[in-house]
């Protein structure tokens, strides 16, 4: 579409206690380091609120409002109520990302979705490896454990090594820029 910039969709994926966020809140700052600006969905099953109960932003949108934004000079939010919606949306939720802000999109979870991702297998979470879902839209699988894949694997606790892999397959998916 003209007018609209693609941020690159990448999602990290796995079994419940397998380690997506304790990998993403050591990845997170070793891309910024690398000068990528990243974000993230983060998907859960919880009945979640940002909100407080008590404050005005949250007795205002518990009145009633679809839509609220609370700002303030460090971070605004933006919380959308979708009672409605039968299931979430990931390209609907990217697209509320500021693509000016950011060169990738990380994604906590979504595995079933048609975006690239990387698996992340430990031996001890009491899956097999034929339970993994390797389908063409994995890139790699970060394991603790060497697995005969047809994708590169990544070493789960190799920080580092998972940051490179990002950063190649980020320079191998960027838009061009206009002329």
Request: charged share 20%.
């Amino acid at each position: 579409m003209a007018g609209q910039t693609i941020i690159p969709l990448l999602a990290i994926a796995a079994w419940s206690g397998t380690g997506k966020t304790t990998l993403l809140k050591k990845l997170i700052p070793a891309l910024c380091a690398s000068g990528v600006r990243p974000g993230l969905i983060k998907h859960t099953h919880h009945n979640m609120d940002v909100d407080k109960p008590g404050k005005d932003s949250y007795e205002l949108r518990k009145a009633g409002a679809m839509q609220t934004l609370v700002a303030s000079q460090q971070r605004w939010a933006l919380m959308t109520e979708t009672p409605e919606e039968a299931e979430l949306d990931l390209a609907y939720l990217a697209n509320q990302m500021d693509a000016s802000k950011l060169d990738l999109v990380l994604v906590e979870g979504f595995k079933h979705e048609t975006v690239a991702k990387i698996l992340l297998f430990r031996q001890e979470c009491g899956h097999g490896v034929d339970e993994l879902a390797v389908d063409e839209h994995v890139i790699a699988i970060a394991s603790d454990v060497p697995l005969d894949v047809s994708v590169p694997v990544l070493d789960i606790n190799d920080i580092p090594q998972i940051a490179t892999f990002v950063l190649d397959w980020l320079k191998g998916n960027s838009s061009p820029s206009p002329e």
